[in-house]
Every structure is written in C-alpha cells, then in structure tokens.
C-alpha cells in the first residue's frame, strides 16, 4: 500500500504543479478577446463532458485492459474495479459540491458586470438558471455562442471539478497500474491529457485553480484504493508474459 501510495502520489504531485502555480499567482478568470484559441481547450474539455466521458471511460476501460493482458476473469474483475472507481470519485465530487457550494467563475463574473445575480441563481433550479443564462447572454457579442451552449449545460457549482476527478483518475490510474508495466507512453499521454482537460476546465471560466487541486485530491485517493485493491484481489494472477502466446492461448 505505502509503494503504492508513493507512486500515485508522485504522479498527483505532477498533474498539481499547473493549478498550485496558478492559485499562488492569483489567477482569475476574465473573458478574451479572442476565443479561436481556446476552442482546442474546449474539444480538450468534452472528451470527459457527458455523453464523450462515457465513451472515453469504455476506451480507456478497453485500453487498460489489452496492456495488462490478464485472463478473462481477472480482466472482467479489473473492469468492475475501474468503473467502479469512477462512479465513487464522482459521487465524492458530488457531496462535496452540494455542502461547500462555491459558485462558478463565470456565474462571479456575470454577478460583477451584469444583471445576474449570484445567490439568485443558484437558488433556481437546473433548467431556471440555463434559461437566467440564455436571457443574461442574449443581448452581447463577447462570449461566443459555443461557450454560451457550455455554460448553459453546466450551471451546477464548482468546488471540486468533476472533470478533473475523472480525468486524474485515469492519469494516476495509468501511473499505478500501467507504468510498474512499462507501458510508459500510454502513461505519459494520459497524464497530459489529464493536465490539458484541468486548463481547460479554468480556461474556459469553469472552475478555479482551487477546484481543480480538490478535485486531484480526491482522484488520488480513490485511485490509491483501487490500487491497492487490483494488487489484493487481481495482481496475484500476474499478467500473461508476452513470450508465451500458447499459455494464452490454451487459456482462452
């Protein structure tokens, strides 16, 4: 558990480098001037929104499971183990939210410049405070419609970030699980990808540098336990070793 701990641990220490750096400086969201550059950031950011992260889960899902190569009943223990993880860090997110209850940076900023009341609006229930924002944004050319569409679709609060819950959990379960394996590229690759969907989640007026830093913490340790538990229950049964394709083969 403690080795495991350190490795997933040192891989939360990297993914918060961004966010911390950025929470010390005193960053807050404003709206540019120019929003073609962050479109990418925006793409970046639906591969984990509903109905892309369902996808991207049964991807990853699919991906973890041909690296470890385990056999058919360790591999289908594996699956409910990754899922199952997902489903708690998302439902920590969620009873976190609805007791801290910290408002959006673009719900701050529409209560500073326009007619939108903050407490007002969260008080309205989920299609009332889209339909507050439709009215709200109407009138001005600054926020470009697609982001308008985004800010309508998530009008819920914002400590801690459920996009980066999900996406540090498959990074950190990608350190803990697949790069002891070697699989170092897959490992790199999703711990940038993890980095990218946390800047755009800022990026895009969604969530402070705080927000996403609680939402790793809470990646990190639903993932070290599910570590752990892969290790307990599936890491006894050691992946099937390349050089014996007839071993695998008389398995299946």
């Known amino acids: 558990m403690v080795e495991i701990a350190k490795r997933t641990g040192a891989g939360a220490l990297l993914l918060l480098i961004i966010p911390l750096l950025l929470w010390v400086s005193g960053w807050q969201w404003r709206p540019e001037s120019d929003y073609r550059w962050l479109k990418g950031w925006y793409w970046l950011t639906q591969t984990v929104t509903s109905p892309w992260g369902t996808l991207t889960s049964a991807l990853l899902i699919g991906w973890f499971l041909w690296c470890l190569r385990y056999r058919l009943r360790p591999a289908l223990g594996l699956a409910v183990i990754l899922s199952a993880t997902l489903l708690i860090g998302q439902g920590m997110k969620s009873f976190i939210k609805e007791r801290v209850q910290e408002s959006r940076p673009y719900v701050v900023w529409l209560d500073k410049h326009y007619a939108l009341n903050d407490r007002a609006f969260y008080a309205m229930p989920r299609k009332a405070r889209a339909a507050a924002l439709a009215r709200e944004l109407q009138q001005q050319q600054l926020i470009p419609p697609w982001l308008q ?3 309508r679709a998530e009008t819920g609060f914002s400590f801690p970030s459920g996009h980066t819950v999900f996406a540090a959990s498959w990074a950190l379960l990608a350190v803990g699980l697949l790069w002891p394996r070697r699989h170092r590229v897959s490992t790199v690759v999703l711990m940038a ?19 996403v830093v609680m939402g790793i913490a809470v ?3 639903v993932i070290t336990l599910a570590c752990w538990l892969v290790q307990r229950s599936i890491g006894a049964l050691t992946p099937i070793p390349e050089e014996a394709p007839d071993i695998r083969s008389r398995s299946e």
């Open 149 to 151: 569409r985004h800010w």
């Open 193 to 211: 990808w993890a980095s990218g969907v946390m800047v755009s989640r800022m990026a895009l007026g969604m969530h402070w540098p705080r927000d």
């Open 219 to 221: 990646g990190w340790l």
